[in-house]
Every structure is written in structure tokens, then in C-alpha cells.
């Protein structure tokens, strides 16, 4: 009977033993959850501010014509602004769009825009320059560059054929 006893004893002093530490093992994991949780936050918002930058106005001179235009806050926009001024010899295409395939490339974080407008400005791939002077609906994937603010008189200034168009600061 003592034997008995004695091994009850010793399984009732192991199950207590258990169970607290499988309470300090969860206490330790949620911790280190909460741990995990808050250097995630602190990262996302260092990201936040330190890539957080102030929209840029640009000027558009094609055809005679000045329009201005503010730049996305991202990577590539912030490349091209800092290429400018540049007067580029830009290709018809489709009947929409203005083309320049630049001698280097550009920052790229492209996506399926699905709709294009006129005044829209993107890259595709990782070096052409885009101005689009109409809307439409595409499945093609560009990286946003910027906008001009008022597209009226676009299309009518870069014309049908090839063109030249500078960019500039302000």
C-alpha cells in the first residue's frame, strides 16, 4: 500500500510539475509573440516615415503646350524626378500613347493597372517612359510615375506622329 501511495504521490507532484511549466512554456511563447508583434510594428512604421516622401510637382511641355503634373510617392517617381530636367523624343503608339525607351533603367514595382487615363505617366518594364494622351481599359503592367493635373489640350499638343517632350521641376 505504501508503494502505492508513494507512486501516487510521485505522478500527483509531476502532473503539477507539468502543468506549470507547460503555463511558463505558453507565458514565454506569448511574449515572444508579443515580441515578434511590436519589432514588426516598429519596422513598419521606421519604413513608413523614412520612405515617406512629399509629392512633387513637374512641368510637361510637349506641342506648345505646359501642363503640370505631380509625381507618385514612390521609388521610381523619385528616380525620374531626380533625372530632370530631360527633353525626351517620344514615339506615337496606338493612338494613345507617347513611348521613350530610356538608356538605363528605372526602380520597378509594376502592377496590372487595368484602366488608363489621359495625363496618366508610367514606365514599363524598367526603362520606357510612357505619357498616355487617351483613356482606356488595358491588362498590361506599368509602375506609376505621376499624373498631369489637367489633361484637357493633351492629346491636341502631342499630336499623331512622334514628339518631343520636356520635363522639368515646377
Known amino acids: 500500500m505504501k508503494k502505492l501511495s508513494l507512486i501516487l504521490l510521485i505522478f500527483l507532484i509531476l502532473s503539477v510539475l507539468c502543468s506549470c511549466s507547460s503555463d511558463i512554456i505558453q507565458d514565454k511563447n506569448t511574449e515572444?509573440?508579443?515580441?515578434?508583434?511590436?519589432?514588426?510594428?516598429a519596422t513598419e512604421m521606421k519604413?513608413?516615415?523614412t520612405t515617406k516622401k512629399t509629392?512633387?510637382?513637374?512641368?510637361?511641355?510637349?506641342?506648345?503646350?505646359?501642363?503640370?503634373?505631380?509625381?507618385?510617392?514612390?521609388?521610381?517617381?523619385?528616380?525620374?524626378?531626380d533625372m530632370l530636367p530631360?527633353?525626351?523624343?517620344?514615339?506615337?503608339l496606338h493612338g494613345n500613347e507617347k513611348y521613350y525607351y530610356m538608356e538605363g533603367s528605372l526602380p520597378t514595382d509594376?502592377?496590372?493597372?487595368g484602366k488608363i487615363n489621359s495625363g496618366d505617366i508610367m514606365l514599363y518594364g524598367d526603362d520606357c517612359?510612357?505619357?498616355?494622351?487617351?483613356?482606356?481599359?488595358?491588362q498590361y503592367s506599368y509602375t506609376k510615375i505621376g499624373r498631369i493635373d489637367n489633361p484637357s489640350g493633351l492629346a491636341e499638343a502631342v499630336g499623331n506622329g512622334n514628339v518631343t517632350v520636356e520635363f522639368k521641376i515646377g
Open 110 to 113: 509594376s502592377s496590372a493597372v
Open 55 to 81: 509629392a512633387k510637382t513637374i512641368t510637361v511641355n510637349a506641342g506648345g503646350k505646359s501642363f503640370s503634373a505631380q509625381l507618385y510617392d514612390n521609388e521610381t517617381a523619385q528616380a525620374f524626378s
Open 86 to 92: 530631360m527633353t525626351l523624343d517620344m514615339q506615337e
Open 47 to 49: 519604413e513608413t516615415s
Open 32 to 41: 515572444k509573440e508579443t515580441q515578434i508583434t511590436t519589432e514588426y510594428e
Open 129 to 138: 517612359v510612357v505619357l498616355f494622351y487617351d483613356s482606356f481599359s488595358t
